[in-house]
């Protein structure tokens, strides 16, 4: 069946981590945390973040400010408005520099866009909308499902599900590109072509099958135009 729809990953597959940024936010988080009594160490706080941000990816945290509350009860400090707004400073002042999209990815979802109907399909912690608006990526799409917002994360079929209604498309009408192998799987469950981009850091991770075979792969985002 002709191809009709794309869905697309976010991170590690047309966008990733600015680390340099990652690390000094992270530390400047903590510096905040430790004027208010916080008394572990770096090391500590970045393991209670990740673990937070890891366990509102499916929209436990409704928005930011319940993203902080979720983190100061881990780290057991008060709820105070003035530390609120100081972790909120910060964030906004770091937007702008946390993620990148790697090199051609506007211009290559431009050409997609005239040819197929794009979704974005992404795992994540509450707050990737104002990223994504900052990377000028909302037009570039015709509907986003962030995990965070419907409840769901990959690779349970049923986001996939939630992307293929909003598309209004069958699962053989469309394809799914991603750096992780566990994202092709779930996709694979339900009938959509894979696409495997092996840029990301973390490809095998979270894959039941390490050797799963996608129906196409290659090395960098920028070569998908020679799949689709």
Known sequence: M????????????????????VEEYDESLFRTLRRYGYHGTLKDFNNILDRTYRNNMKGEAKNVHELWKSLLENTNLALEPSLIQELTVLRERHLP???????????????????????LVSNCFVGLSDYI??????????????????????????????????????????????????????????????????????????????NFKPDYQCDDIREILDFL
């Not at 191809?3 to 981590?17: E, K, M, P, S």
């Open 2 to 21: 002709r191809l009709r729809g794309v869905l697309i990953d976010f991170g590690y597959t047309i966008a990733y981590i600015d680390k340099a940024d």
């Open 97 to 119: 520099r946390r993620l990148k999209l790697y090199d051609n990815v506007l211009s290559i979802l431009s050409i997609l866009k005239e040819k197929y109907r794009l979704c």
């Open 133 to 210: 608006k900052l990377l000028d990526l909302t037009e570039m799409f015709h509907c986003i499902v962030l995990s965070y917002e419907v409840g769901l994360m990959k690779p349970d079929t049923r986001i996939y599900l939630v992307a293929l209604k909003r598309l209004r498309l069958k699962p053989e009408e469309c394809i799914f590109v991603s750096d992780e192998i566990s994202d092709l799987e779930g996709a694979r469950k339900i009938g959509l072509r894979t696409l495997l981009v092996r840029q990301g850091e973390h490809t095998t991770r979270n894959a039941k099958d390490p």
